[in-house]
């Protein structure tokens, strides 16, 4: 019970630095580019090290990248409000996406491999949604007299939260689930490719539709926030529901992938289509990672090769939809990520490695 509610904790921090930055991103850049340099530095950093966490994970353990990711994640934080200079964030904030990546991967492929994995997934997950929400709020709340020069209170308070955090990791032991030799990264890729499509079309819709729609609406930033915020509250509901459930993995992602694509049009016409397009992204990703659990490859490269596909999606699809809206307007850049979700109701079926009875 101590190593599951720590790796929870854990992530809900991590999470929770992260995006702390959102709401006061014009504090450390007055340029937009600026500003989306610091802003995608940590994406970086986590798509570069996810795989390669995961594969180092399954010969050295998950236990010491779990600590390795929360130390880099801590000097992240550290070096963020000691240096203060854009620059210098912005290498902070591409560390941090280093020990994001380390961590998640390595904790990832920790909860994978529990025997209880799929209601502990579904914890997991919550707290990464949860994590994401406090960043935003609780950077909006601290009174600015509690800030450390020009940092806001809230990432001295994720950081020390991660110095704590980083002691009381010590509670988690180490899961014997090796790496078999006779499957190689390329093996679990192709034997997996479509599960992987969908988590690079279904995940990066989600944080293409959020990037395009404070252009979109034209909103106050306190409004977008709450707006927003809707998607990840409805995907820790989604999560902990989903992962209580047996389900059929291709059925479960086909509706899902259709209830998310019709939930894109709908955030066109009203805000509420974010909780939808949450509860929809929550119940796909229990269901995948569901699955992958019971494959034969060794969760460390599983689940790196998940977030790698998450971490791509959520870095390409943005940009893609953003030069839609730019060049040819709302309406063509909500249709093409409906259109790009859609494509994973068709391809889910291809996956005939999925094709396993009730894995959750």
Known sequence: MKQRLTLCIAVFTVMA???????????????????????????????????????????????????????????????????????????????????????????????????????LSGKFMASINAGLIAGLIVTGLIPEQYAYHTIPGSFVLFTLMLAVVLVLSAVVREVACPLSPREPIAGALFSHWWLYVSAFLLIGATGAVTAIYPEFTGGSADLLGIQIALQNVATIVAVLVASRFRLDPIPTIQVGSVVLGLSVLLCYLTPAGFAVMGAAAGVVTIAQMAFLAETSTGQGVTMGLYNSASYAGMSLLPAISGAVFQYLGSVPAFLVVAGLVAIVTVTIRRCTACRLKRVF
């Open 17 to 119: 630095l992260s995006n702390a930055i959102v709401p006061v991103l014009p504090l450390f850049a007055s340029e937009a580019t600026m500003q989306g340099l610091l802003y995608s530095a940590y994406f970086v950093g986590a798509l570069c090290t996810v795989l390669p966490g995961g594969i180092l994970c399954e010969r050295f353990g998950r236990v010491p990248l779990i600590h390795w990711g929360l130390l880099l994640s801590l000097v992240s934080g550290a070096l963020m409000i000691l240096v203060p200079v854009p620059m210098v964030f912005a290498g902070a904030r591409l560390l941090e996406g280093v020990g994001a990546g380390l961590f998640i991967s390595a904790a990832m492929a920790w909860v994978n491999s529990q025997p209880d994995h799929a209601p």
